[in-house]
């Protein structure tokens, strides 16, 4: 049996996948502590599976355990993780790093002013007594984690060979430091610095968090390594995992699910609706491929890593719905998970899209939440009299349809901004509130065909079972470097593969390696998909500025889609 887990913000939902069968569940998201909704998730399929709540039983039947968390994406909106401190090259201006408002807003807020600056034209101890100056000087300042990002990755190894002279690892209290040509070796540094600062802003509540879920499993007698979902669409154990691979994994989950679907039914162009409880997800697949940004945005910051371009519109099933100057108003605030809409009964008391599904009729209150949850008419009905129809001057009736014309109109004006229709178009409504209003919402977009998947409440879940286990890396030729350089590099990363997929249970015979050159000119990228390694090595000898990809990967049992679910 495999396991997919899909931690968002509302919900937290569970897909086991059996052969052709797929057993799901879904459990509201502990915010204060994540691994309760992991094992709570974890109950609930084995009842769901065995008839009875039988943990054990589930954990021995398992192979595998995919999971994708909000842990990152939610530390960095509070953000709440480290102070950094970040070292550039003498004459270095900071202000790269502002490219947006937002971008300057989260330098501020990550790094402040813990600024270090290196002057390599000093040499020996000159060279080493600035560098324990730098270090001294951030951490009086604050700084508790540190990212190198200076031009030369030579460069930034000859200063963590200093700082591991005088700081040892092995001492108390010792500043963790990040090489961010280690993770990338982008020409652009701007984007390089923001990758290593989001990924040790990250890195910590991440480690602190997975490591800690990966105990408990092993606690129960679970054996395989807990496997963390990522934005590039694999997933690979803990600790192979780089901590700002886990941003925004949980929606790439889902457009690796419409893109099975796509590919399934021969649709050329489906546009996804992911509605959750705080925000409606937007995606697109097209031709085979789901649109990406090749440099990924976070929070204005471009970072080397690209993204699934996915857009996230303030309408979810908790969106608060309100009468504001004369109309329906929708969002951007939402209840959450707690206290919920105002019919969970839970404390909440604004109206929104979930009481207004229960009072038109569209909700069972006997089998939502597979009956776990009881939900409250009345109570919805209050917070639609007192939000909605007193304001407006309104019959129930009257106001229930003038918020699902609010709420659908919001996520149809989303949809037409966020890219171009055909008559081939298809919207694919998913999420726990994705199919209850999608044939209004594709109405007024100008859609003719609506996609609801069988597995629409855990759809996200379900697309975690796509993934294959694998791994990604960069070889960079060195200036005028001959052939026999490129195969010395290529051997050593492909060494490291085997290395990591061994670690991952696979052996070399079940990999499949995958080689393409990325290619910058004038800030912008290219990537071309190569046949062989001689073939990349035809394309990056003929190129000023490029990078050898070389991704590894192992297949697992995925998702049947034979039966339909139309």
Known sequence: MLINIDNGGTFTDVCAISGSGVYRTKTPTTPFDLSECFFEGLRKISTEI???????????????????TTQGTNALVQRKGPRLGLILAAGTDPAILRESPQAGEMLDALVEDRFGFVDFSLQGEAFEA?????????????????????????????????????????????????????????PSLARRSWTGLLNAFLHPAMEKFLYYAENRLREQKFVSPLLIYRNDGDSGRVAKTVAIKSYSSGPRGGMDDVLALARHYGYPQVLSMDVGGTTTDIGLVENGAIRQHPFGQVDGATICLPLTDIVSVGVGGGSIIRAQDGVVAVGPQSVGAAPGPACFGLGGSDATITDYALLAGLIDPATYFGGAMALDAERAALAVATHVAGPLGLEEDQALL?????????????LQSFTDMSDETVLCGFGGAGPLVACHVAEKAGIRRVLIPNMASVFCALGIGFSEVGHSYEVELPPRGTEADFRQLLKQAEDRAVEDMAAEGFTAADCRFEYAVASYLDGHQSVTACTSADEAWQRISGEAQALLRLRVA?????????????
Do not use: C
Not at 133 to 144: C, E, K, M, P, Q
Not at 147 to 176: C, K, N, Q, W, Y
């Open 50 to 68: 065995f008839g009875r709540e039988n943990l054990s039983g589930l954990l021995a039947e398992t192979k595998k355990i995919r999971y994708s």
């Open 554 to 566: 192992a297949a697992m049992p995925q998702p049947d889609l034979g039966s339909g679910g139309r």
């Open 130 to 186: 600035q560098i324990v100056s730098v270090i001294n000087a951030l951490t009086l300042a604050g700084a508790n984690r540190l990212v190198l990002s200076v031009p030369e990755l030579a460069d930034e190894r000859a200063i963590e060979r200093v700082i591991g002279r005088h700081f040892p690892e092995h001492l108390l209290g010792t500043v963790p430091v990040i090489a961010a040509g280690e993770l990338s070796r982008d």
């Open 402 to 414: 003038a918020m699902e014309e609010a709420w659908a109109g919001r996520a149809a004006e989303a």
